[in-house]
């Protein structure tokens, strides 16, 4: 089975200041990873998404992540964030099998203060 | 325009009463699912159907029922065996193959059980 593990329930920081989400997993099979975003009330938003290639992987909205093998890990980060990256954030993976399921982490909610 | 909608947007009942959440799509896409949010927990699979006629439990079925009777649509009833029903839940499909692949949600609708 797989599990995700999102270490940090929220993270306050400074608008502008660099920010680092954590997300570590744990499978016997190799799987996909991903990010998404959860503003208030709505629906989520994928942000970024590790299938194969490159281990860093560029989103939207200027985020980034690293896909670390030996780790298990698939952290999320920012250089400068802005207010509006207020949000929740959940770390998923799914099997590389036909169902595509997903399972997620409990979310991180990212609180940037002016 | 493409989307995933699912109404309403927030759904009030009586506890011992079975409901019925919609969920409609038109981006052709054959693979659906059902989450369920609650807070501090992230997102967890109810159903999901992969082609028409077709459904797969997920990680927390007990007290959902779901029908596929048509490719855009999905409907999630909540019978009154769901101990704790009050939720946010959020509707999927699955687009493109392999490397492109990615689930795309809906805005969700939020039940609330009293």
């Known amino acids: 089975a797989q599990s995700v593990t999102q270490l940090d329930s929220q993270v306050p920081v400074f608008e502008e200041a660099p920010v680092e989400l954590r997300c570590n997993y744990s499978?016997?099979?190799?799987?996909?990873l991903f990010w998404y975003v959860q503003y208030p009330n709505q629906g989520l938003q994928l942000l970024l998404k590790?299938?194969?290639?490159?281990?860093l992987v560029k989103g939207i909205n200027g985020f980034e992540a690293e896909f670390n093998k030996s780790q298990t890990s698939f952290h999320l980060r920012k250089p400068s964030v802005h207010i509006s990256d207020t949000a929740e954030y959940f770390c998923?993976?799914?099997?590389?099998?036909?169902?595509?399921?997903?399972?997620f982490g409990s979310g991180t909610r990212l609180l940037v203060r002016p | 325009d493409g989307g995933i909608t699912q109404s309403p947007k927030y759904l009030f009942r009586k506890e011992g009463q079975n409901v019925t959440l919609s969920c409609e799509q038109n981006?052709?896409?054959?693979?659906m699912y059902w989450y369920r949010q609650d807070p501090g927990q992230g997102l967890r699979l109810i159903y999901y159907?992969?082609?028409?006629?077709?459904?797969q439990k997920g990680d927390i079925a007990e007290g959902y029922s779901v029908s596929r009777e048509k490719k855009e649509s999905f409907p999630l009833t909540v019978t009154s065996a769901q101990k704790n029903p009050t939720a946010f839940y959020l509707c999927?499909?699955?687009?493109?193959?392999?490397?492109?692949?990615?689930?795309?949600f809906g805005p969700g609708t939020r039940l609330t059980v009293t």
């Open positions: 998923a993976v799914s099997r590389m099998d036909s169902s595509y399921k997903l399972i």
């Open positions: 499978s016997s099979v190799s799987v996909y």
């Open positions: 590790y299938l194969s290639g490159s281990t």
């Open positions: 981006l052709n896409h054959d693979a």
């Open positions: 159907s992969q082609i028409v006629n077709d459904f």
């Open positions: 999927a499909t699955l687009g493109g193959q392999g490397a492109t692949y990615e689930q795309y």
